[in-house]
T-cell receptor
């Protein structure tokens, strides 16, 4: 069945780059999303990428997609303490109306 | 421009009771989905409503039901509450057409605690 997996935890120093990885199993994925969740809050859409793209850049965020390996990554340049949160990768295909989420990666940015 | 609004923000119910959660989608959005997020986990899809009908349902029992109104707002109802229903319930809306802002917008959620 459909599944999305992420590493649970990442710790980086302020100013460094962060790379959060995600793998998915659905071959018919059309869109892949990155959401950010801060404590006690809902999900904030950070960026998304169409499955026919390899890379998308949006200010400090770079998304890389390796469709052959079904691997997605989110790179945050110049990571700030305000970037500390849980990051969710989510997969969506046109054959379904639901988002499939990973369990989230907790990013801790150390001063 | 208000995003997705959900009410109430917090709720405490007793096991066996019934609860109704409400969602107003973002302006211009016509599709509403509901998700359950248990502590420490990713959101799980409950169902999606479009044109006032349930379009797809996730792996949730019939105790979970919903409704969409002509103004696109939606309700999630849960009957016979169990302790395991304690979670953050998230509503998400989507615009009718793909475009630069394509993607689901989530509300801040309703935190339901069943005691």
């Amino acid at each position: 069945g459909e599944d999305v997996e992420q590493s649970l935890f990442l710790s980086v120093r302020e100013g460094d780059s962060s790379v959060i990885n995600c793998t998915y199993t659905d071959s018919s994925s059309t869109y892949l999303y990155w959401y950010k969740q801060e404590p006690g809050a809902g999900l904030q859409l950070l960026t998304y990428i169409f499955s026919n793209m390899d890379m998308k850049q949006d200010q400090r965020l770079t998304v890389l997609l390796n469709k052959k390996d079904k691997h997605l990554s989110l790179r945050i340049a110049d990571t700030q303490t305000g970037d500390s949160a849980i990051y969710f990768c989510a997969d969506h295909s046109d054959s379904s109306y639901k988002l499939i989420f990973g369990s989230g990666t907790r990013l801790l940015v150390r001063p | 421009d208000a995003g997705v609004t959900q009410s109430p923000t917090h709720l405490i119910k007793t096991r066996g009771q019934q609860v109704t959660l409400r969602c107003s989608p973002k302006s211009g959005h016509d599709t509403v989905s509901w998700y359950q997020q248990a502590l420490g986990q990713g959101p799980q899809f409950i169902f999606q409503y479009y044109e006032e009908e349930e379009r797809q349902r996730g792996n949730f029992p019939d105790r979970f039901s919903g409704h969409q109104f002509p103004n696109y707002s939606s309700e999630l109802n849960v009957n016979a509450l169990l302790l395991g229903d304690s979670a953050l319930y998230l509503c998400a809306s989507r615009p009718p057409r793909r475009g630069l802002n394509y993607g689901y917008t989530f509300g801040s959620g309703t935190r339901l605690t069943v005691v």
